[in-house]
């Protein structure tokens, strides 16, 4: 539900912390000969993102050189991957993340989805800031160039990040259930347009109300009617935005289901969801999976995916396997 579930990640702050010691350790990790791996994944994935700022800020006074960098350099495949992310700080790797999908060959609309579909305004203007400054390029002009149709119209309006918050009217709700329930029924271009609008700027509380309104004046879910009534990506975000007004939680779970069994374990997608989302509601993911799936995200990940790679998702994923 909405309200009083406690949201937990699986990384914490490490009780103990010595940067200094971290980043020696670390250096020699890393200009051994042979790079030691198990070191990397026992220091990085058991620190929180602020630690490991603070590392790359001692291994830059230490050895002058850039942590990041020695990582893309030392590191390869989708290890690289989850090692360089566990790097960036939330707005930079949601940023990174958004660059890499639209300038890469062929745009990543799912990982465009999955970020602008669940973050906050604050989430929002944040990663907008970061991408300035590491790319030098406007997000809202990039996602205007690589996208198109209802669902480039839909995204420009989540990455403005205007969403309101906490204001719930059951008039207006009653008012724009009806309106999606047109839009259902009609689809035109106006139609679509009122639709993604009332998804993209009213509150989460509004929403709830808007859902369950909708319920009753068509007898069936939003998401059902959604899916009767639209395709391709603009319905797929529009459901992304139904699910996480939910449950954010349950919305990833569902997303990690998908990559690792439907597309044959989408490596960017679980190392992206993963990384993201560790200090935030990893722990609820887990148990969402769990509930739903019947196996463990754990098992899961073990059955799929192998060597340090496996080892490192496996420590930012935490916990064992019979918990959840």
Request: charged share 20%; net charge negative.
């Amino acid at each position: 539900m909405y309200s009083g579930n406690y949201i937990q990640g699986t990384i914490f702050p490490a009780p103990t912390f010595d940067p200094v010691m971290d980043a020696q350790v670390l250096g020699g990790a890393l200009q051994g000969m042979d790079c030691d791996k198990d070191v990397l994944i026992n220091i990085l994935t058991q620190r929180c993102n602020a630690q490991r700022l603070m590392i790359a800020e001692a291994y830059r006074n230490m050895y002058g050189r850039d942590l990041l960098l020695d990582l893309k350099e030392t590191l390869s495949g989708h290890f690289k991957e989850v090692m360089v992310g566990l790097m960036y700080p939330p707005a930079s790797y949601d940023a990174h993340e958004l660059w890499h999908a639209m300038k890469g060959a062929g745009t990543e609309e799912n990982c465009l989805i999955d970020i602008l579909a669940s973050r906050s305004n604050g989430e929002i203007f944040q990663m907008k800031e970061a991408y300035l400054m590491q790319y030098d390029s406007d997000l809202l002009q990039d996602i205007d160039s690589e996208t198109s149709g209802h669902f480039r119209d839909t995204l420009m309006n989540l990455a403005q990040g205007t969403r309101q918050e906490g204001y719930a009217d059951p008039v207006m709700a009653a008012q724009d259930a009806m309106v999606i329930w047109e839009a259902c029924q009609q689809k035109t271009g106006e139609h679509k347009n009122m639709l993604q609008m009332i998804l993209c700027n009213k509150s989460y509380q509004q929403l709830w109300m808007v859902f369950q309104e909708f319920q009753n004046i068509s007898g069936q879910d939003i998401v059902d009617a959604i899916n009767q009534c639209y395709d391709g990506y603009f319905q797929e975000l529009l459901v992304a935005i139904v699910l996480c007004v939910r449950d954010k939680a349950s919305y990833f779970a569902y997303r990690l289901y998908n990559a690792i069994h439907e597309l044959g374990f989408h490596n960017k997608t679980v190392i992206r969801i993963l990384v993201a989302r560790s200090e935030i509601d990893l722990l609820n993911i887990r148990q969402r999976y769990k509930e739903r799936y019947g196996k463990s995200l754990f098992h899961d990940i073990k059955h799929f995916s192998s060597g340090h790679y496996e080892s490192a998702l496996l420590a930012i994923c935490a916990g064992d396997a019979e918990d959840y």
